[in-house]
């Protein structure tokens, strides 16, 4: 089974900076990677898929990249409603199996 | 544009069967090349992936879970269902129903909702 790994578990970060957060596969994915975000009471919402297509609607200000094993979500100026909690996840085709980070949270 | 919505009794019986559905609309649930999945969110912690079908019926689940879950699909009314039999207090958990992302495609979620497993 593919395991994914999610860095750092918590952030603490400011108004305005910069926030990237790592996802590491246990074995080659391609592209195959989601990135959510996920608030109190929510369901988890999606930003990122194939590791680097916006899903529509999100800001631009979310980015993500990679390929492969390592992956990673760039806020680049962190805003009020960007407090979350965020997922990666593998979403493998055959078998259609899923697998999620342990999720990042980041707070003020 | 897509939309899932689970349905489902909020109180469940230890010992007893955990049945959920999840309706799809704006789109046909027997599109050919997209899975359909459950995940599930513990109190306080992550998402679990519980199992997932194909249109073709094809199930694959959860390992850790696998003893005790079944998934189906009714193409007629677009839906599809979960079941989890023996639950425990361990599987109070919000359940979700989605179409997640797969290969070039996006992927869509529905709002969950919330089984409390309570005598």
């Known amino acids: 089974d593919i395991q994914m790994t999610q860095s750092p578990s918590s952030v603490s970060a400011s108004l305005g900076d910069r926030v990237t957060i790592t996802c590491r596969a246990s074995q080659g994915i391609g592209t195959w990677l989601a990135w959510y975000q996920q608030k109190p009471g929510k369901a988890p919402k999606l930003l990122i898929y194939d590791a680097s297509s916006l899903q529509s609607g999100v800001p631009s200000r979310f980015g993500g990249s990679g390929s492969g094993t390592d992956f990673t979500l760039t806020i680049s100026s962190l805003q009020p409603e960007d407090f979350a909690t965020y997922y990666c996840?593998?979403?493998?085709?055959?078998?259609?199996?899923?697998?999620f980070g342990g999720g990042t949270t980041v707070d003020i | 544009q897509l939309q899932l919505q689970e349905s489902g009794p909020g109180l469940v019986k230890p010992s007893e069967t955990l049945s959920l559905i999840c309706t799809v609309s704006?789109?046909?649930?027997?599109?050919?090349?997209?899975?359909w999945a459950w995940i599930r969110q513990s109190p306080g912690k992550g998402l679990e992936w519980i199992g997932s079908?194909?249109?073709?019926?094809?199930?694959y689940y959860n390992s850790s879970l696998k003893s005790r879950v079944s998934i189906s699909v009714d193409s007629s009314k677009n839906q599809f269902s979960l079941k989890l039999t023996s639950v425990t207090v361990a599987d109070t958990a919000v359940y979700y129903c989605a179409r997640p992302p797969q290969g070039s495609n996006s992927g869509y979620w529905g709002q969950g909702t919330l089984v409390t497993v309570s005598s």
């Open positions: 079908i194909y249109y073709s019926r094809s199930t």
């Open positions: 704006g789109g046909s649930i027997s599109r050919s090349n997209y899975y």
């Open positions: 996840q593998h979403a493998n085709t055959f078998p259609p199996t899923l697998a």
